[in-house]
């Protein structure tokens, strides 16, 4: 169990909380152990379950630290501005978030999940939808993503 | 869109400035079930509407994503979505009728003795460390974890925390298998309270085993 929760937490943790790593194995492993305590033990003993309280713990950190950061950017965060939309990665980001939001639902949710990374038969899954649905969402909402992006001048 | 500029995009995407994570962010489980398509779609939908707005949790989606796919649990057909369709090989098919007349033959042979599954222990591999019985109760003004099971000449690292998780104290490069904790690190436990610890241990030859948390009351 414990070599499946350092595997999980390892693959899951970014750069920033590597010096964390054997900490946050601890945090998933008494996590799994409270489930168990409660009669969970069905459960909690598949790798899958364990994955998945990797990600939680992970995804928990992050939001605190994130929490954190922000924070204690805001106090400085004259210093920063200048060097604000130097990076055009940022800049294009806001844009296609504007774009997204101009197209219709199905295609914005549909391309969403393209833009995090998902294939076409994974968006199918987790939307319960068709996967031809979904290839033909992609596609022409893609092609709308980009001429809406072209008309701000922000072409990828 | 080229794949150069879904590349783009995609980075542009993951790229855009953080905001804080707020009250309307998702649990991280429910993300994960989406993930998975255990989700109701319109939740789903309500999520992902969520995540246009939220960098922090867009960043969930993917990393859920991609664990999910380590985990095996997708298990994606092939890199396309279109896989080709091509003509069925009749030599594979004798093949498999060989095998499944060779399955039949060898079900059907009588047996000479009853099978006795063996038993697989999982975890058993390595040397296990247990925790001296006696830590389960803890004197509060000299409270001393000791455990067992590591090779001679291991060093240790002992963490404990609390149960809501919080870190409490931390110590590396122990060469006995003991700990006198100081008495301020436990001064947040109240009397009758519960801590946990768990050990890791490093053995001569550089082989690295970690024990279960243990749990202990402080009297």
């Given at each position: 169990?414990?070599?499946?929760?350092?595997?999980?937490?390892?693959?899951?943790?970014?750069?920033?909380?590597?010096?964390?790593?054997?900490?946050?194995?601890?945090?998933?492993?008494?996590?799994?152990?409270?489930?168990?305590?409660?009669?969970?033990?069905?459960?909690?003993?598949?790798?899958?379950?364990?994955?998945?309280?990797?990600?939680?713990?992970?995804?928990?950190?992050?939001?605190?630290?994130?929490?954190?950061?922000?924070?204690?950017?805001?106090?400085?965060?004259?210093?920063?501005?200048?060097q604000r939309g130097t990076t055009p990665l940022p800049e294009l980001g806001v844009g296609i978030r504007d774009c997204l939001g101009g197209l219709a639902?199905?295609?914005?949710?549909?391309?969403?999940?393209?833009?995090?990374?998902?294939?076409?038969?994974?968006?199918?899954?987790?939307?319960?939808w068709d996967l031809k649905r979904v290839q033909n969402l992609i596609y022409r909402g893609l092609a709308d993503l980009r001429r809406c992006l072209e008309s701000k001048g922000l072409v990828p | 869109v080229s794949d150069r500029e879904?590349?783009?995009?995609?980075?542009?995407?993951?790229?855009?400035?953080?905001?804080?994570?707020?009250?309307?962010?998702?649990a991280p489980d429910a993300i994960w079930e989406a993930v998975a398509g255990q989700r109701p779609e319109g939740e789903v939908r309500t999520m992902l509407e969520h995540s246009l707005q939220c960098s922090d949790c867009s960043?969930?989606?993917?990393?859920?994503?991609?664990?999910?796919?380590?985990?095996?649990?997708?298990?994606?057909?092939?890199?396309?979505?279109?896989?080709?369709?091509?003509?069925?090989?009749?030599?594979?098919?004798?093949?498999?009728?060989?095998?499944?007349?060779?399955a039949v033959t060898i079900v059907l042979l009588p047996r000479t003795g009853r099978h006795v599954p063996t038993p697989v222990a999982r975890g058993t591999d390595g040397p296990v460390l247990l925790a001296d019985p006696a830590t389960r109760e803890l004197d509060r003004a000299h409270p001393v974890l000791r455990w067992s099971g590591a090779p001679e000449g291991s060093r240790y690292t002992v963490v404990v925390s609390k149960r809501d998780l919080t870190v409490l104290y931390r110590?590396?490069?122990?060469?006995?298998?003991?700990?006198?904790?100081?008495?301020?690190?436990?001064?947040?436990?109240?009397?009758?309270?519960e801590f946990l610890?768990?050990?890791?241990?490093?053995?001569?030859?550089?082989?690295?085993?970690?024990?279960?948390?243990?749990?202990?009351h402080l009297r």
């Open positions: 169990m414990l070599q499946t929760l350092r595997a999980a937490v390892g693959r899951a943790c970014p750069s920033d909380l590597s010096i964390q790593r054997e900490d946050l194995v601890h945090v998933a492993l008494v996590r799994v152990l409270e489930h168990e305590g409660r009669g969970e033990q069905n459960q909690v003993r598949t790798a899958s379950y364990l994955w998945r309280v990797a990600f939680s713990v992970i995804a928990d950190e992050r939001r605190r630290r994130r929490a954190e950061e922000l924070h204690s950017r805001r106090s400085s965060v004259g210093e920063e501005s200048g639902e199905p295609r914005r949710v549909a391309v969403l999940l393209h833009l995090e990374g998902f294939r076409a038969e994974e968006a199918s899954r987790v939307l319960h | 879904l590349e783009t995009l995609r980075a542009a995407w993951a790229a855009r400035p953080p905001i804080s994570p707020g009250p309307d962010c998702p960043a969930l989606w993917r990393l859920a994503r991609e664990l999910h796919g380590a985990a095996g649990s997708l298990r994606p057909t092939s890199e396309g979505d279109v896989v080709p369709l091509r003509p069925r090989s009749t030599g594979w098919i004798a093949l498999a009728g060989l095998a499944a007349a060779a110590q590396s490069g122990l060469a006995q298998t003991e700990l006198v904790l100081p008495p301020e690190a436990l001064s947040g436990i109240p009397a009758g309270g610890w768990r050990v890791e241990a490093i053995s001569p030859g550089g082989r690295h085993t970690s024990s279960e948390a243990f749990s202990s």
